[in-house]
């Protein structure tokens, strides 16, 4: 895992990292109904390119498409398809960017137009859950009670928490130790670091947290067929606590 120590390897993360939000403020602007997954990866391709910047999951361990696009029970990385969004779906938009060598990772689920209550209280669970876990990120602090955290947050909600796909260590490549689950209870794992940077990402459920895999080898669902709602930031250690680096 990287440690940031130098004022250009901050710099660099953080432009990757502003690239990623960017591009995903346009997707969220664009999602609307009747839009296709596909059209919002053009958008996403086009835009991370224009910022000097290549897309991070597109080819990645042979993942097709830029953009990871996850619609009502699908849990993360959709694969974008001509289907359209309608009415009343959420959809969950994970993106990933490199620049000059560095990367960004951050994820939203959002509402395609108007959406029941209930799946309204999901995502604003779900984004509470990441931000009570981000709070959590100090210098000194444990790994897991970010996990432990976000946990006790969802489930005390009445939601499940997803235990078969994690957050992690991020910086020179995309995926780095360590591991952020996003359950488990406090006071484990390594004391976190001032340069550390993690992407952490809760996905929370509105039923079972068992998920399966779809055919196409990636698209992760529910087994239980409900909704769920995924979130994540690329977090960096400072001497002050957490710094969002993909945050607008």
Known sequence: MIILKSKSEIDKMRMAC??????????????RPGVSTLELDAIAERSIRARGAVPAFKGY????????????????????????????????????AKWDGYYGDAAVTIPVGSVTPVAEILLATARE???LGIKEV???????????????YAEGAGYSVVRAFVGHGIGTA????PQVPNFGPPGRGPRLKVGMVLAIEPMVNIGDADVEILDDGWTVVTADGQLSAHFEHTVAITEAGPEILTKI
């Open 129 to 131: 859950a990441l931000y």
């Open 18 to 31: 502003h690239i990623v939000a960017e591009v995903l403020q346009e997707l969220v602007r664009a999602a």
């Open 61 to 96: 361990r042979g993942f097709p498409k830029t953009l990871c696009a996850s619609i009502n029970e699908q849990v993360v990385h959709g694969i974008p398809s001509k289907r359209r969004l309608k009415e009343g779906d959420i959809v969950g938009l994970d993106l990933g």
């Open 174 to 177: 995309l995926h780095e130790e």
């Open 138 to 152: 100090s210098p000194g602090q444990h790994l897991s009670d970010i996990s432990h955290t976000i946990q006790r």
